[in-house]
């Protein structure tokens, strides 16, 4: 490669560990769901700074792992395989597998991870299900069904997703709607909540980066405003509270009593149509969306 070309895009990153990879080199793992449009994939730790090695599986070649290559000593069969942009990956399925198992030390990551790929509509949590179930002889099955438990479509950022798994599996509140719309009694939408427990009328929001800006702080404001005026209480989270679980579970019971103690007004909009797998199904010829 030229020394002007740098490997700063992750794209960048991909291509080079696959051209030096051999003949039988397959793209895997977190990069092969970044190039087929997984744009949460983005190659980096939780940190946000620490480069993550391409996985490829090499198929009985002889390269070893390397400083931004880590080599899985996995078979993926030739119809396993499509090739994005002339660099050869495993498909979407096959691909989330990997990196779920990848991440098998954390059963969370591993939905995170399965959350990412649903929400880039790479696949689904019912084609990974049929997935699995026709992969029999394959090692890490069912501990990949285990983090699969825990995936949930919906979810439109990692860092949601943590906060999900941390309402449903440490607060105990079981799973709440994902991105469902919430109405007024008069048919006015109020907004879309991250998160929401329509027993216990709490809605849960992640609040990232950008909404340190002023004016997005401003609309947050507003909106959890309006939230409450229909009856719903509000839990805000930021990054480094997914941290500390105590401190939001803290704020989600103290969200519960509050609401219990507000008319409730709102009306819950309908499920999303069409769904993933309309979605999916349409995409590939075996379905039509309705509308």
Same mark, same amino acid.
């Given at each position: 490669m030229p020394a002007g070309v740098s490997d700063d895009l992750v794209e960048q990153r991909i291509l080079e560990s696959f051209a030096g990879a051999g003949p039988t080199a397959v793209v895997t793992g977190w990069a092969s769901l970044r190039l087929q449009g997984g744009g949460?994939?983005?190659g980096l730790g939780?940190? @946000?700074?620490? !480069?993550?090695?391409? +996985? %490829?599986? %090499?198929?009985?070649? &002889?390269? !070893? =792992? =390397? @400083?931004?290559? #880590? $080599?899985? !000593?996995?078979?993926? +069969? +030739?119809?396993?395989?499509?090739? $994005?942009?002339g660099i050869g990956c495993a498909k979407a399925e096959r691909a989330?597998?990997?990196?779920? &198992? #990848?991440?098998q030390h954390d059963p969370r990551e591993m939905a995170v991870a399965a959350d990412s790929a649903?929400?880039?509509?790479?696949? =689904?949590?019912?084609?990974?299900r049929l997935y699995i179930a026709t992969r029999r002889w394959y090692r890490d099955k069912r501990i990949v069904? @285990? /983090?699969?438990? #825990?995936?949930c479509e919906g979810s439109r950022s990692p860092q949601e997703g943590r906060l999900r798994i941390l *309402?449903?599996?440490?607060? /105990? *509140? /079981?799973?709440? #709607?994902?991105? !469902?719309? $919430?109405?007024?009694?008069h048919g006015i939408l109020v907004g879309i909540p991250d998160l929401l427990d329509p027993r216990r009328c709490v809605a849960g929001e992640y609040a990232g980066g950008d909404h340190r800006d002023p004016q997005v702080h401003q609309n947050d404001v507003a909106r959890a405003a309006a939230f409450r005026r229909v009856g719903l209480e509000v839990v805000e989270v930021v990054g480094r509270d997914l941290r500390y679980r105590p401190l939001v579970i803290a704020r989600m019971k103290e969200a519960e009593a509050r609401a219990a103690m507000l008319p409730q007004t709102w009306v819950l909009g309908p499920p999303p149509s069409p769904t993933l797998d309309e979605i999916l199904d349409a995409r590939d010829g075996k379905g039509v969306i309705s509308t």
């Open positions: 949460h994939f983005d939780r940190d @946000g700074k620490t !480069r993550r090695p391409v +996985p %490829i599986a %090499i198929d009985g070649g &002889r390269v !070893r =792992s =390397s @400083g931004g290559r #880590l $080599v899985v !000593r996995h078979t993926v +069969p +030739p119809d396993e395989v499509v090739v $994005v942009h989330l597998f990997d990196e779920m &198992r #990848l991440r649903f929400a880039a509509q790479l696949t =689904s949590h019912k084609r990974m069904a @285990g /983090g699969l438990d #825990l995936a *309402w449903e599996v440490d607060a /105990g *509140w /079981g799973r709440p #709607l994902v991105n !469902r719309e $919430v109405y007024d009694e």
